[in-house]
């Protein structure tokens, strides 16, 4: 992953986003260490503060878990976690944003339904 610097995205919410897709991704399991803040920081060239905070978000997001001395691990409801909130939260405002553009355009109910049931085939490589 490359962070993206000109984003209106702060680095230490891409690092986290990053990390949530490896652990959603099954790239890092529950109980596995995950990277300490030096080590992100080295692997995308940032200050390790920065990546701390990164880390701190998922710890009081309760996706990781701190052991004294040894560094943090993944929980066991890590994934539900990610899930349930990118769900709940990313999701919800892109359709939000997407149903507000749709009644700027005119788009029927109707219309903009079967644009994402066509966009859903497409993805999943039923055609269209």
């Known amino acids: 992953m490359i962070l993206n610097s000109d984003s209106m995205k702060p680095?230490?919410?891409?690092?986290?986003?990053?990390l949530e897709t490896e652990i959603i991704s099954e790239n890092i399991n529950p109980h596995q260490k995950?990277?300490?803040?030096?080590?992100?920081?080295?692997m995308f060239n940032i200050n390790p503060?920065?990546?701390a905070k990164g880390l701190n978000i998922l710890a009081d997001e309760k996706v990781l878990y701190k052991k004294r001395g040894l560094?943090?691990?993944?929980?066991?409801?890590?994934?539900e976690t990610i899930?349930?909130?990118r769900k709940n939260e990313t999701l919800k405002t892109l359709v939000?944003?997407?149903v507000k553009e749709a009644d700027y355009l005119n788009v029927s109910e109707i219309e903009l339904i079967q644009m994402v049931k066509d966009?859903?085939?497409?993805?999943?490589g039923d055609g269209k």
Do not use: N
């Open 49 to 51: 503060a920065t990546a």
């Open 96 to 98: 939000v944003d997407l």
């Open 11 to 18: 680095i230490y919410i891409q690092i986290a986003e990053w």
């Open 119 to 124: 966009a859903s085939s497409c993805i999943k």
């Open 71 to 79: 560094g943090m691990f993944v929980t066991d409801e890590a994934k």
């Open 83 to 85: 899930l349930s909130k």
């Open 34 to 42: 995950i990277y300490s803040q030096y080590q992100l920081a080295e």
